[in-house]
């Protein structure tokens, strides 16, 4: 599994942005995979999370915001953000591993993150 994140930038709050993950690894289509961030000073969240036949859940402060899918022929995950909001700034990371949770100790994997900054 080797996992790259990219599509975060600076967006202004209300705005959107859509993250992408692909693994170039052999098993992303029976892998979880999740989003976490950390935002400076803070320790790290999970955001969201999608098993591999498209189930997901959300952390609470996102729902109904973010919306994670997967394109397993791309061997690809997507984080569409809207609605964002300054609290919303961090690192986002994305993360593979067996099962659907929100623990990042449950996680196998990890690829380089993204930054995600929102300007009020």
């Known amino acids: 599994v080797q996992l790259q994140a990219s599509g975060g930038g600076l967006v202004q709050a209300g705005g959107s942005l859509r993250l992408s993950c692909v693994d170039s690894g052999r098993t992303f289509s029976s892998n979880v995979m999740g989003w976490f961030r950390q935002a400076p000073g803070k320790d790290r969240e999970f955001v969201a999370a999608i098993g591999w036949s498209g189930g997901s859940i959300y952390a609470e402060s996102v729902k109904g915001r973010f919306t994670m899918s997967r394109d397993n022929a791309k061997k690809t995950v997507y984080l569409l953000m809207n609605s964002l909001n300054p609290e919303d700034t961090a690192f986002y990371h994305c993360?593979?591993?067996?099962?659907?949770?929100?623990?990042?100790?449950?996680?196998?994997?990890w690829g380089r993150g993204t930054q995600v900054t929102v300007s009020s």
């Open positions: 993360a593979a591993g067996p099962v659907l949770r929100t623990r990042a100790a449950e996680y196998d994997h």
